[in-house]
């Protein structure tokens, strides 16, 4: 069973709007939707065009502040500044 199958559009839409985000780790998003980071390379690959997939693993697997544990120990938090505010997976409205 893919797993895209069970999130909305708008849940896959703010999957691929995190993992673009350099400070967002593969942790938050596996705490916001309960999804493990195959999961999140899995939905990325089919929703993407080809070419922004690999410039976007390309990216995401060079940033080492995308897995919390490879952190510096002065990155502890995982949403910029501009990002919206997130309230019980919902985005709220600005």
Not at 15 to 34: L, N, P, V, Y
Not at 47 to 58: T, Y
Not at 64 to 89: G, M, P, Y
């Amino acid at each position: 069973m893919e797993i895209s199958n069970n999130l909305s559009d708008i849940d896959i839409d703010r999957i691929i709007e995190m993992a673009w985000e350099d400070r967002t780790s593969f942790d938050a998003i596996q705490r916001q939707f309960g999804i493990k980071e195959s999961d999140v390379i899995r939905i990325m690959r089919r929703h993407l065009k080809r070419n922004s997939f690999l410039l976007w693993r390309k990216r995401a697997h060079q940033i080492s502040i995308k897995h919390e544990s490879k952190r510096a120990q002065d990155v502890n938090i995982f949403k910029c500044s501009l990002q919206r505010q997130i309230t019980q997976n919902k985005i709220s409205k600005r």
